[in-house]
């Protein structure tokens, strides 16, 4: 058995030691491995470096190099706070534990992001950049992504035929917004972070979708009205969209000549799929097409005037508000506006009717 050395007999005995780590050495003191995490507190800080009491292990200083790349740690740190760091050197020139709390810092705020991932917790983030596919956030320190397929419908842009500089319009306005996320994926090897806001409301909203079915009427209040449609909220996390097809049964150019923000109006749900619902106001209107085949018939010579000239055909409105359409073949070569004129009256024929599909074909008699 070896003698055991006390820092009592090293002063009586010719021991030479070179440093602490022979004495930690011959004291069978275990040592900490470059790379680990070890805790102090703050003894001394200057612009120099900050020096943090280790305790048995000596101490501990982190240089100036870590107050640039970690300001947001180091900013509020004082005298007697408890920190932790990565032992960068066990022993450096000044006989220092050099540390490097930035990295103890991303360790552990890794790992924070890898339990709040399988917990599934909501966390509140801030949203500090944007690009035109979603919105930077920032979860202990370390920058994220929010993409746009992942964000609420309160928040997601509704931006027809997805314009880049319109949605970027609307992102602008969620800048240093605190949004309520869950993590949806992340890799600390690719420094990778991907966030959802839809992850938090989903559950609770299937739960309140699963009381609606097709055919309910709803009331709710109109959100935005954009030129494909009216967004319309049916209560907290549930919103559905009015089609400008289901608006009215008349031919409609823009949706904002009948709807407008913050009208209360009552819907019908004509479909559901997922979170997503669909609302039809002219289906609580009556409808034209009703007992159609006592007005109508193929064959028959009818008036109708040209309401609407499309890339297709051209609608046509008959005196009972029923919608017909002139496909373009009837044109030949020419274009549609070379033959009729749009609010002009022109004598025509059914075609065909597609009652189910409230379809009427048409040509000019």
């Known amino acids: 058995m070896g003698e055991t050395i006390t820092m009592e007999n090293l002063e009586t005995k010719s021991v030479s030691l070179e440093s602490m780590k022979d004495i930690l050495g011959a004291t069978n003191f275990e040592l900490p491995q470059e790379g680990e995490i070890i805790s102090g507190q703050v003894m001394r800080r200057s612009k120099n470096n900050i020096l943090v009491d280790l305790g048995a292990l000596g101490t501990g200083v982190v240089y100036p190099r870590e107050f640039y790349e970690s300001q947001s740690i180091l900013s509020s740190l004082k005298v007697g706070d408890k920190v932790s760091g990565i032992l960068l050197d066990i022993e450096n020139d000044e006989g220092y534990r050099e540390l490097s709390l930035r990295k103890a810092h991303m360790t552990t705020a890794w790992e924070d992001i890898r339990q709040k991932k399988e917990s599934g917790e909501a966390i509140s983030t801030r949203i500090i950049n944007i690009n035109k596919g979603g919105l930077i956030v920032e979860i202990n320190g370390i920058q994220g992504f929010l993409p746009l397929s992942q964000l609420s419908a309160e928040h997601y842009p509704k931006v027809e035929g997805g314009e880049t ?15 309520l996320v869950k993590i949806l994926d992340f890799s600390k090897e690719d420094q990778k972070l991907i966030v959802s806001e839809k992850l938090v409301l989903d559950e609770k909203v299937k739960e309140k979708i699963a009381a609606y079915s097709i055919g309910d009427i ?8 954009t030129d494909f449609g009216a967004f319309v909220k ?17 031919i409609i150019d823009n949706p904002r000549d009948i709807l407008e923000a913050g009208q209360a109006i009552e819907a019908k749900i004509v479909n559901i799929d997922g979170s997503k619902i669909s609302l039809s106001t002219k289906a609580l209107q009556p409808d034209p097409w009703e007992n159609i085949e006592k007005k ?34 009837e044109f030949g070569d020419k274009k549609a506006e070379e033959v009729i004129k749009l609010g002009e009256t022109y004598p025509m024929a059914i075609v065909n009717i597609d009652l189910p599909e409230h379809k009427m074909l048409l040509t000019l008699a």
């Open 165 to 179: 500089s319109k949605i970027v319009q609307v992102l602008q306005g969620y800048r240093n917004q605190d949004f």
């Open 234 to 250: 049916i209560e907290d996390g549930v919103e559905g969209l009015i089609h400008i097809s289901e608006i009215d049964w008349k």
């Open 296 to 329: 109508h018939s193929v064959g028959q010579e009818v008036q109708g005037t040209v309401v609407k000239v499309t890339s297709y055909g051209v609608l046509v409105k008959l005196e009972d508000n029923i919608i017909g359409i002139i496909l373009n073949t």
């Open 218 to 225: 709803i009331k709710g209040t109109v959100t935005d009205v």
